[in-house]
C-alpha cells in the first residue's frame, strides 16, 4: 500500500501524539462520542496523527485500540516518529516496553518502571501494523502528516510511490548525509560524533 492515501469525505476528529495514555484516550473517545471500536452515531471518523506510543503507562493498549479502529474501518492512523522508532528497532527514551525485558532500556536506568509490557508474541504483528500505516492522508481540504508538511517531500515520495517506510527512511538519511558532506556542519557532527566514541 502506498505511504500517501487518499481520506474519505465526511467530518473527522483528529487526535494526536497519544503516548501510551490509555485512559485518557478511551476518555477522549467517549467524551467525542465514539463507541469502543470507534464507530460514532453521526457518521464522524477518527485520524490519529501518530506518536501512539512511549512514556505513557500503556502503549500496547493504545497499540491495540487503535489497530481495532483502523482495521475495522472507523478510523485512520499515520506513522509517527516514535512508530519509526520501533520499525528501526531503535531504543529510545521511553520505548523500553517494546523490548525483552532483559533488553529494556528504560528499566535499567530506572525509567517508566510501571509501563504495561508488550508480549513477545505480539510484537511481530504490531510491527506488521505499523509497516502499514501511511506517512500521509489527503483529499482536497486537508493534509495530514505527523509534525510538518513539507510540499517537495510529499511529493518526492509521491514520485516515488514507496510502500516501505524504513527503506524511505534509510534512502532520506543517506541524502541528508550526502548533503552534509564537506560542510561545516558535517565535520562538527563527525567530530562531535568521534568524542563520543572516545570518551
Known amino acids: 500500500m502506498s505511504l500517501i492515501r487518499r481520506l474519505p469525505a ?16 478511551r476518555q477522549l473517545l467517549a467524551q467525542l462520542g465514539y463507541d469502543n ?8 471518523r477518527l485520524v490519529f496523527l501518530g506518536d501512539l506510543c512511549d512514556r505513557g503507562p500503556d502503549s500496547p493498549g493504545v497499540f491495540a485500540l487503535v489497530r481495532r479502529v483502523v ?3 472507523h478510523g485512520d492512523c499515520i506513522l509517527g516518529n516514535h512508530e519509526l522508532n520501533l520499525v528501526k528497532l531503535a531504543p529510545k527514551l521511553g520505548n523500553g516496553w517494546f523490548f525483552p525485558e532483559a533488553e529494556d532500556h528504560d ?3 530506572g ?16 510491527l506488521q501494523f505499523i509497516h502499514g500505516l501511511p506517512l500521509v492522508l489527503e483529499r482536497d481540504d486537508i493534509r ?8 517537495a517531500s510529499v511529493e518526492a515520495l509521491r514520485q516515488r510511490d514507496e ?7 534509510r534512502d532520506s538519511e543517506a ?25
Open 163 to 169: 510502500d516501505d517506510v524504513l527503506r524511505v527512511y
Open 107 to 109: 528499566l535499567k536506568q
Open 10 to 25: 465526511g467530518p473527522l476528529d483528529i487526535v494526536g501524539d497519544v503516548h501510551g495514555e490509555l485512559e485518557a484516550l
Open 111 to 126: 525509567h517508566f518502571r510501571d509501563s504495561r509490557r508488550l508480549p513477545q508474541q505480539q510484537r511481530a504483528a504490531l
Open 71 to 73: 482495521e475495522g474501518g
Open 37 to 44: 471500536d470507534g464507530r460514532h452515531a453521526q457518521g464522524r
Open 175 to 199: 541524502a541528508f548525509q550526502r548533503s552534509l558532506a564537506g560542510t561545516r556542519r558535517h565535520q562538527g557532527r563527525q567530530s562531535h560524533h568521534h568524542q563520543c566514541l572516545t570518551a
Open 144 to 151: 495530514i502528516v505527523h509534525a510538518c508538511w513539507d510540499a
